[in-house]
């Protein structure tokens, strides 16, 4: 790996996804800047280094056999966009954004949009299907079913009453 003064913002990024891969969250951390921000597009932001670290840790444990590979990385300047594929079993000790572990077979893909400054990580904009993720694990109906018909059916018919209390 080169040094810090030498390496390219293609090569920091390199090593913070294969830290991820060998699901190593304190050697991804060392790639962050102290104080540097990963927003995960509606989960909320995480500071470098503890909240990215305890992310982390906490995903690993939740799915310990986390699979990850990048698909496809592009990089212009200082910014790297990295397409990514996860897989795993959610069977681990902890729980996944409130939910226990049942064991259910997970595959997700992401897009993250990362800076570098000075050979660190400062900002990171990650983007996924939480959507999906929340389907793969049963806290939502699969699409297109019966459920989750039923669940569409009684968000629109709150919807509507809401409507006609506001105009009442």
């Known amino acids: 790996m080169a040094t810090a003064d030498t390496q390219t913002a ?4 390199t090593e913070y996804f294969d830290a991820l891969a060998a699901r190593d969250p304190d050697r991804a951390v060392q790639t962050w800047k102290p104080g540097g921000v990963d927003d995960f597009f509606g989960m909320g932001e995480l500071t470098a280094p503890d909240d990215i670290r305890a992310y982390f840790s906490n995903l690993f444990a939740a ?3 986390w699979q990850f590979e990048v ?14 594929r996860a897989a ?3 069977d681990g000790t902890e729980k996944l954004e409130g939910f226990a572990p049942n064991g259910r077979s997970i595959e997700m893909r992401g897009l993250d949009v990362l800076r570098v400054e000075d050979g660190q990580i400062v900002s ?3 983007y996924t299907n939480a959507m999906e993720l ?6 939502l109906p699969p699409a297109g079913s019966g459920q989750e018909k039923a669940m569409a059916a009684a968000f629109n018919a ?3 009453l809401a409507k006609r209390l506001r105009r009442g």
Do not use: C, L, Y
């Open 88 to 90: 795993g079993t959610f």
């Open 124 to 126: 990171n904009h990650a």
């Open 71 to 84: 698909i496809d990385m592009v990089t212009e300047d200082d910014q790297v966009a990295v397409h990514w």
């Open 134 to 139: 929340a389907r793969q694990i049963g806290a």
């Open 158 to 160: 709150k919807t509507s």
């Open 10 to 13: 293609r090569e920091v990024v």
């Open 63 to 65: 799915i310990p056999d």
